[in-house]
């Protein structure tokens, strides 16, 4: 038996010129099917039939626009796809397996044997990796300069760069990058700016706006929210992007239906989330500032941040992640971690529930020690990905970390 569906029902696709982000996060990108279902459906198929083998060939052949196989084409990633582009603001956004394969793709589709790229040093560690091991295999030589010198920049730039990649805030010591001043740089040089929104969201930043090129997320963190799926997503113009799934296509770092059903629904929630994160960050930042056993909070929030006006003017918020540096070294800094008894141990971010590590030997681990000294990443450095936890809870435990410091010899109990 095949069950019918809905007959002369018109249902008008919404109007959402000029809305919000917040808006976005919960109307946009959404494919309604003949069910007239008020929910995103999934579609868990990996091939679609046709009524012909005409309409196939026109399917294969780009003459016909529609589904084809779901390794490129899948309605449930398309609707991610679609509600990404627009809050960011982009024209057209490409799902990808994971963060690491968004700038994987970006730069196997964009760049070429002999092109250079600008990378800031202040990025996640495998991203360093990725480019200065395994994209130098392909001929492509990066240059790694700090993220707010921009005298240095301007040097390392030379007549075969064709990227300047960063992230801002940065990773984990949120610095923050002047984006219209980089943009400015890229352009003058022909080269593309591109820019990992990871940590602010385009609830708190958009980085198209302020002149980049490409926004590229690990869809996994934030965009999510609860530590669900992996996955990722790159956002620019139509030409760029048209590159960048043609990469995909070949070769397959794409994103699975079901993933991508998770992160379209974790969007809806995405600007409450934020902010919960923003104020809880802010008050623990202000909070560990005030622990004798802290040296140095890292969060943009706080006026002793060096770019925290800079900040004010390119964010809404100043996220959900900080660092601090603890008196002592590697010892201490495991120490007061595993004194913890409520956050968890883990390097993933950007979750509902709080999350501690120690960047040295876990994110940035990879790194050589010159790369860890010139990047910040010292022994005594802790991370920690605020949740939206009661904040006073927060303290209470991360205050058990604090004691073992001072009585090292009751040990973690």
Not at 77 to 100: K, L
Not at 245 to 264: D, E, I
Not at 354 to 367: D, E, K, S
Request: hydrophobic letters at 40%; glycine letters at 8%.
């Amino acid at each position: 038996m095949t069950l019918r569906r809905e007959e002369n029902v018109w249902i008008p696709e919404s109007d959402l010129e000029g809305m919000s982000v917040d808006t976005l996060a919960v109307r946009s990108g959404q494919i309604r099917t003949g069910e007239l279902e008020h929910s995103d459906p999934i579609f868990p198929t990996s091939s679609f039939v046709y009524g012909s083998a005409a309409q196939a060939a026109a399917r294969f052949g780009g003459d016909e626009p529609g589904n084809i196989y779901s390794r490129f084409t899948n309605p449930t990633v398309q609707a991610f796809e679609g509600r990404m582009a627009a809050m960011e603001g982009g024209e057209r956004a490409v799902a990808t397996a994971s963060g690491m394969a968004a700038i994987l793709s970006t730069c196997m589709a964009l760049l070429k044997s002999g092109d250079h790229v600008v990378c800031s040093r202040g990025v996640f560690g495998t991203t360093n990796v990725l480019f200065q091991k395994y994209m130098a295999k392909f001929g492509v030589e990066t240059s790694f300069v700090s993220l707010t010198d921009m005298d240095e920049w301007t040097r390392a730039v030379r007549p075969e760069t064709r990227m300047l990649f960063i992230e801002t805030p940065s990773n984990p010591l949120c610095e923050v990058a002047d984006m219209a001043a980089l943009a400015k740089l890229a352009r003058a040089h022909d080269a593309l700016f591109v820019v990992d929104n990871c940590f602010c969201t385009p609830v708190l930043q958009r980085p198209l706006e302020h002149g980049a090129d490409i926004v590229i997320h690990s869809a996994t963190k934030y965009l999510d929210g609860q530590g669900r799926c992996v996955g990722g997503v790159v956002v620019g113009p139509n030409n760029l992007m048209e590159e960048v799934y043609g990469f995909l296509r070949s070769a397959g770092p794409t994103m699975s239906p079901f993933n991508a059903w998770v992160f379209h629904k974790g969007l809806e929630t995405l600007p409450i989330r934020m902010r919960a994160h923003c104020d809880n960050a802010l008050q623990l930042a202000l909070w560990l500032e005030q622990q004798p056993a802290v040296d140095q909070v890292f969060y943009a929030g706080l006026e002793s941040h060096p770019q925290h006006e800079l900040a004010r003017k390119q964010q809404s918020g100043f996220g959900g992640v900080l660092s601090f540096r603890l008196t002592g070294g590697r010892a201490e800094a495991w120490r007061f971690i595993d004194a913890t008894r409520m956050i968890s141990i883990t390097a993933n971010l950007g979750d509902v529930k709080t999350t501690i590590t120690h960047p040295a030997t876990t994110t940035h681990g990879r790194l050589s020690d010159e790369d860890k000294d010139a990047a910040g990443i010292t022994e005594n450095l802790v991370r920690i990905s605020v949740g939206i936890e009661a904040v006073e809870d927060l303290k209470t435990d991360l205050a058990r970390g604090f004691q073992a410091l001072q009585n090292p010899s009751k040990g973690n109990v």
